[in-house]
């Protein structure tokens, strides 16, 4: 399967703990964006990246949260100091580029539940 | 900024029936693209059609088709012949036309749950 990939899919962690989630693209997409999605609504921008610059972040992601994509590659997502309230599907998803009109298309999500 | 609202938390359709899920939306853009995807339950959202608001003919993938309404902000999915499979949450989503970095986002609704009976 050459989709986008996230690990872990599942994550329990207790308040005040770290996390830190993976997405891996398809290959040749040099756009990733990385969204939350808490129980009964859709997915919220949280930040996206175009290669390794990571152009822009929501006023979702406070300073707890780190994203970072070294090379364009892959990407990891960080959440220090968890709280209850981050509780939410992580979702990644990747873009080729070019034409606007293009798919994005998502991985399976990383579920993270604080305790 | 721009919203969309999807105003069915839930809907039910025996299948091979046909079923419509509503969406509307706001912007003051002019270029823009609109989108349903399909999240099935612990599974990864999927595409299902894609419009381009310049385009006035309605986009048809297979057996979904959308009633776009550009002057109403309204785009509409139908499902015709339901099947088992087409059960799932249905997003409806917006992505801004202009280039750039965060305007690329997807901008979603709330979904609509969607049960098809056998």
């Known amino acids: 399967d050459t989709g986008v990939s996230q690990n872990p899919r599942h994550k329990i962690t207790k308040r005040g703990q770290n996390v830190t989630f993976r997405c891996d693209p398809i290959s040749e997409h040099n756009r990733l964006y990385w969204y939350r999605q808490t129980l009964g609504q859709g997915p919220e921008f949280l930040t996206y990246?175009?290669?390794?610059?990571?152009?822009?972040k929501s006023r979702l992601l406070s300073d707890r949260f780190s994203a970072e994509r070294p090379k364009g590659s892959f990407s990891t997502l960080e959440i220090q100091r968890t709280e209850q309230g981050d509780s939410a599907m992580y979702l990644c998803?990747?873009?080729?580029?070019?034409?606007?009109?293009?798919?994005?298309?998502f991985g399976p999500g990383t579920r993270l539940l604080v305790l | 900024a721009q919203t969309v609202t999807q105003s069915q938390p839930e809907m039910s359709v025996q299948e091979a029936e046909t079923v419509t899920l509503s969406c509307t939306y706001d912007?003051?853009?002019?270029?823009?693209?609109l989108f349903w995807y399909k999240q099935p339950p612990s599974r990864q959202m999927i595409l299902v059609i894609r419009q381009e608001a310049y385009k006035q003919q309605n986009a048809t993938e297979n057996r979904f088709s959308v009633n776009f309404q550009k002057a109403a902000k309204s785009f509409s999915l139908k499902i015709s012949d339901s099947q088992l499979g087409d059960a799932a949450m249905y997003f409806c989503?917006?992505?801004?036309?202009?280039?750039?970095?965060?305007?690329?986002?997807?901008?979603f609704g709330t979904g609509t749950l969607l049960a098809v009976q056998p």
């Open positions: 989503a917006y992505r801004s036309a202009h280039y750039g970095g965060a305007t690329n986002k997807l901008i």
């Open positions: 912007t003051s853009e002019s270029d823009y693209y």
């Open positions: 998803a990747s873009i080729r580029g070019g034409s606007l009109g293009e798919t994005q298309y």
């Open positions: 990246f175009q290669n390794e610059a990571q152009l822009e």
